[in-house]
């Protein structure tokens, strides 16, 4: 089956400006995780969507925001852009998050963001 | 909240060798450890994981183990062969309830030299 898809893969914007990221999770998964990867960071967890609903948010200010429709595909947005914000943006799908029918997050490529 | 720590930051071992990378978490809570492989320009790959209730978990040349006294668990990494190089993370997570998020290691660059 289909793996994440994260589109666009790329983007290149200007401070100040807003970016919208987008990601189609596996078939039948429900939670949609949203990670930043830096080299001075690392992963550092966003927030995570179940069924539309935001149900954890990591450290990050309110110019982050997500949310996620009926068919599980979720979005993430970043408004007024700085230089820091320039990451790979990771997404994840799961199918369950508890118990041992959870079979762990798969990862989707990712969108590069570059601020300039 | 949690903090995950991971060490050695780079490892560098020869071919057939084995590798070792060691992580610690902080929250006594945590009950979910996976482990991540993440090539350059790649996504980061789900390679073996461990719950709290097992103390050693095995897939082919790789191994977990969890010490949940000490709070830290090890990737272990047999018979290493090149394509085995790239970036490992590792992560801890809480999986009761109906929310989790994953704390993840700074990554340990391992590269297998021939």
């Known amino acids: 089956k289909a793996g994440v898809t994260q589109t666009p893969r790329y983007l290149i914007k200007t401070r100040g400006q807003q970016v919208t990221l987008s990601c189609s999770p596996i078939s039948g998964h429900r939670s949609v995780s949203w990670y930043q990867q830096t080299p001075g960071q690392g992963l550092q967890f966003l927030f995570e969507y179940f069924s539309e609903t935001q149900r954890n948010k990591g450290n990050f200010p309110g110019r982050f925001s997500g949310r996620q429709f009926s068919n599980s595909r979720s979005e993430m947005n970043v408004s007024t852009l700085e230089l820091g914000d320039s990451a790979l943006y990771l997404c994840a799908s799961s199918s369950h998050l508890t118990g041992e029918g959870f079979r762990g997050y798969t990862f989707g490529s990712g969108t590069r963001l570059t601020v300039v | 909240g949690e903090n995950v720590e991971q060490h050695p930051s780079t490892l560098s071992v020869q071919e057939g060798d084995s590798a070792v990378i060691k992580c610690t978490y902080s929250d006594s809570a945590s009950n979910y450890f996976p482990w991540y492989k993440q090539e350059l320009g790649k996504r980061p790959q789900l390679i073996i994981d461990i719950r709290s209730n097992v103390g050693e978990k095995k897939d082919q040349r790789i191994a977990v183990t969890l010490n949940k006294t000490a709070k830290h668990f090890s990737l272990h990494i047999t018979e290493t062969q090149p394509e085995d190089s790239a970036v490992y993370f590792c992560?801890?997570?809480?999986?009761?309830?109906?929310?989790?998020?994953?704390?993840f290691g700074t990554g340990t660059r391992l590269q297998v030299t021939l």
């Open positions: 992560a801890a997570s809480n999986m009761a309830g109906t929310a989790s998020k994953l704390t």
